[in-house]
């Protein structure tokens, strides 16, 4: 039965998020300074606003490689595979399960030319923390972290522990994404603190 979950469910929920975008007024707020186009970048986003974040993605970077950083626990598996179809790589583990080996593959895909998007407060919380593995990507590889957040008009708050919003089709959603931050030499909790704030800057929902 999981077996048959994880084949049909990711070609139905990528259908399913690509017709809700389809249907949404969409504004786009992005950043005065843009990324270089050959420079590698990390993407951080809350984890319950993980839905829209590959056409925003795709907005800011429209032809870039990129990978998502996924926990290696079950629903990871499901996530890695609906977002295959949104031409996203997976890079498995997490600051619980396989931190130093997913932080050791987030570095080899930057020095290779792909961006890496990660949850800082994923795969369980708590909601809107900031875990230490964005700080260490961040300061290993020098690379740039920029912020992602969406707000839809109207939408479905589930009673996750990381209160996943769903837009409502035919709703609005605002996408922005914020200005570029470096946390090159700054101590650790110093860095966590600054990308909470770059986070918080930009999310609209509660």
């Known amino acids: 039965m999981k ?11 990528a259908f399913l998020i690509k017709l ?35 056409f925003l993605y795709r907005k800011l ?18 996530i890695a595979r609906v977002v295959r179809y949104f031409g996203i790589e997976a890079v498995r583990g997490s600051s619980r399960r396989g931190g130093v080996k997913a932080l050791i593959a987030a570095l080899k895909k ?3 030319g792909y961006d890496i998007a990660i949850t800082p407060d994923g795969p369980k919380g708590p909601r809107r923390s900031v875990a230490p593995g964005i ?3 961040a300061q290993r590889s020098g690379a740039m972290i920029y912020a992602f957040s969406y ?5 479905w708050q589930l009673q996750s522990w990381d209160r996943f919003v769903i837009p409502k089709p035919f709703s609005r959603i605002d996408f922005y994404v914020s200005e570029p931050l470096k946390i090159d030499g700054i101590d650790d909790n110093e860095a966590k603190k600054l990308v909470r704030s770059l ?8």
Request: charge should be negative; charged fraction near 30%; hydrophobic fraction near 40%.
């Open 199 to 206: 986070l918080d800057q930009i999310t609209k929902t509660e």
């Open 3 to 13: 077996d048959l979950l994880l084949r049909l469910a990711p070609p139905l929920g």
């Open 61 to 78: 970077r429209a032809d870039h490689k990129v990978a998502v950083m996924i926990s290696d626990h079950r629903d990871g598996e499901l």
């Open 110 to 112: 930057l020095k290779n």
């Open 135 to 137: 700080v260490a990507l």
């Open 151 to 155: 707000t839809p008009t109207r939408y």
């Open 20 to 54: 809700i975008y389809l249907t949404c007024k969409k504004e786009f707020h992005l950043p005065k300074r843009l990324p270089d186009p050959d420079e590698p970048i990390i993407i951080a986003f809350w984890h319950g606003e993980l839905l829209m974040q590959p």
